[in-house]
Structures are given as C-alpha cells and as structure tokens.
C-alpha cells in the first residue's frame, strides 16, 4: 500500500473550515483515498472515501488533486467535537480479496473555541 | 441498527495468561478485521476473517488466533500474553466484494491491560 504524509498536529478555530492535508505521492491508479478520525479512546470512524474526483457527504468534503499525488479533506464548519485524530489512508481495492488499512500516526486536530 | 459491538470493554491479565475478546459486525455485514493499537500510535492489522476463515494476516505471531462463526462474529485470542500486548484491541466489520467500497466500520474496542 502507498504511504501518506500528515501533519502531526493543526489548530483551527471553532466555526471555520479545517483543511486537513495528505500526501500519498507513490499512489497507484486503483488505490483509493480514505479518511478516518478517532476521538480520544473510541473507534476510528469513517469519514469519506474517494478514487479521483471530488467527494462530499454530510460530514466533510474530500478534494484530490489532477496527479493524485494528495488530497484535503475538510470539515466546512469545524466544532469542538472534532477534535480528534484523523487519518489519511490509501487502499487498493481488491475485489476478490480482503482490504484492510495501514494507518501512519495522523493528524491530530484541535479546535479551539 | 446496530453497529460493531465489542466485549469486554475492559481487561486485566497477567503475563503468561491467555484471553479471548469478542466482536460482533454491523448488521450485514460478513467480513471481520482485527487491529491492535497500542498508546499513542495508530490501529495496526492483525488479521481478517470471511466465511470462516483467516484470509489475509499482518505482522503478528502466532500467539495471535481467531475465529468466525456462521453468524459472522468473530473471537480474537492471545496466548501467553506478554506486557506488551497491552493495547486497545479494535474489531472492524465490512461487507465482502463491495469492489472498492468495503469500507471498514470499527467497533469501540477493547482495552487490555498485562500486568
């Protein structure tokens, strides 16, 4: 599986949009882009997954670029309950056999009130 | 509907011992993956279990067993437990052949403590 490269940590104040950054520069052409978060002792939980265009669901948007090479995902109106850990993943989608996730350390983002 | 459910919440053992944990998936879903995370770092992948069977394995040694049953829950064991395999233990459930969008939900894990 291709690597990915986050930041270790951002601050992003309450109510404005948090960008959060991933570079997956090895990414293959049918590796898939994910983002997970993990609040402190919980679960990681899915957030957005994507393959070459723009992705949006309730929760965030996730933006890959042209080369694919890395992607923003980002939470338009950031509260105090998104203070997590979030991870950026990078998987191939195997039809005919088992996924599973490699996740690196992760970014973790704090809001501030 | 409920999602991945884990049990126990919380574990002691000493070292040497062994322990099971439990999982059960998300409502429909056939597929069970298994993660250790220890402090501080991210889920690592122990182990993925569908229709029964172990079909794809991470970096970790044999003490490291599973099983599913047919109604898709799935059991963790460790033997011989050393100090540090101490961590939170996460179950993940997915939906087999979903072609590319399997994606994993996690349960709220287990956290063991080897003292």
Known sequence: ?113 | DAGVTQSPTHLIKTRGQQVTLRCSPKSGHDTVSWYQQALGQGPQFIFQYYEEEERQRGNFPDRFSGHQFPNYSSELNVNALLLGDSALYLCASSLNGDRGRETQYFGPGTRLLVL
């Open chain 1, 1 to 113: 599986d291709a690597k990915t490269t986050q930041p270790p940590s951002m601050d992003c104040a309450e109510g404005r949009a948090a960008n959060l950054p991933c570079n997956h520069s090895t990414i293959s052409g049918n590796e898939y882009v994910y983002w997970y978060r993990q609040i402190h002792s919980q679960g990681p939980q899915y957030i957005i997954h994507g393959l070459k265009n723009n992705e949006t669901n309730e929760m965030a948007s996730l933006i890959i670029t042209e080369d694919r090479k890395s992607s923003t995902l980002i939470l338009p109106h950031a509260t105090l309950r998104d203070t997590a850990v979030y991870y950026c993943i990078v998987r191939v989608a195997m039809p005919t056999y088992g996924q599973n996730f490699v996740f690196g350390p992760g970014t973790r983002l704090s809001v501030l009130p």
